[in-house]
């Protein structure tokens, strides 16, 4: 069992460009939250899927930010028209039923320049 | 909104030291409390889990306990190694359980 799989780990983009983070959750899990680390501050949540479904997304920022987690796949998060302040480390988290039995992936790191 | 402090934000103790490090969290509501270690540039791994009905979990050296009431827990570290040196997280589970609250943790140097 490989953990919670995220890629790219370093990510660089241009300002405008868009950004793609990769989430493979550990198998058998179906539950996938994304979480952001911002330079010097805490990790916030950011959202929740379930396969295929949006479950809590308040902590998403309302505009160029998005998220799936399809039926096949990855979860993906998807960042459009990037600007310094995306610059962060981004965490993925996976579980098998909700509540318990987190596991963290080792994050992409990304940085715009 | 649930807010989580951690104290101190940074230590540095010689090799051999006991050590406690402190959490507290301003809503009681929570589904369970977990104590992560974050070293530079990796990711999270996990250390301890306390349920919410729970008062403390211990793994080897490291002991964490969790007083839900006040809003507080603290983790233990008995005979403090150079390989602890590392960020500490503190972080409570929402009822719900859909996200974790993070404090801003506590960055732990132990001298040789």
């Known amino acids: 069992n490989a953990g919670v799989m995220q890629n790219p780990r370093h990510l660089v983009r241009r300002r405008g460009q868009e950004a793609r983070l990769r989430c493979s959750p550990m198998?058998?899990?179906?539950?996938v939250y994304w979480y952001r680390q911002l330079p010097e501050e805490g990790l916030k949540f950011m959202v929740y899927?379930?396969?295929?479904?949006?479950?809590?997304e308040s902590g998403m920022p309302k505009e160029r930010f998005s998220a799936e987690f399809p039926k096949e796949g990855p979860s993906i998060l998807r960042i459009q028209q990037v600007v310094r302040g995306d610059s962060a480390a981004y965490f993925c988290?996976?579980?098998?039923?909700?509540?318990?039995?987190?596991?963290f992936g080792s994050g992409t790191r990304l940085t715009v320049v | 909104k649930q807010e989580v402090t951690q104290i101190p934000a940074a230590l540095s103790v010689p090799e051999g030291e006991n050590l406690v490090l402190n959490c507290s969290f301003t809503?009681?509501?929570?589904?369970?409390l977990q104590w992560f270690r974050q070293d530079p540039g990796k990711g999270l791994t996990s250390l301890l889990l306390?349920?919410?009905?729970?008062r403390e979990q211990t793994s080897g050296r490291l002991n964490a306990s969790l007083d839900k009431s006040s809003g507080r827990s603290t983790l233990y570290i008995a005979a403090s190694q150079p390989g602890d040196s590392a960020t500490y997280l503190c972080?409570?589970?929402?009822?719900?359980?859909?996200?974790?609250?993070f404090g801003t943790g506590t960055s732990l140097t132990v001298i040789p």
């Open positions: 988290a996976s579980s098998p039923r909700g509540q318990e039995g987190y596991t």
């Open positions: 972080a409570v589970l929402s009822n719900t359980g859909n996200q974790f609250y």
């Open positions: 198998k058998g899990h179906s539950h």
């Open positions: 809503d009681s509501a929570i589904y369970n």
């Open positions: 899927l379930q396969k295929e479904n949006i479950i809590d």
């Open positions: 306390i349920q919410s009905s729970q």
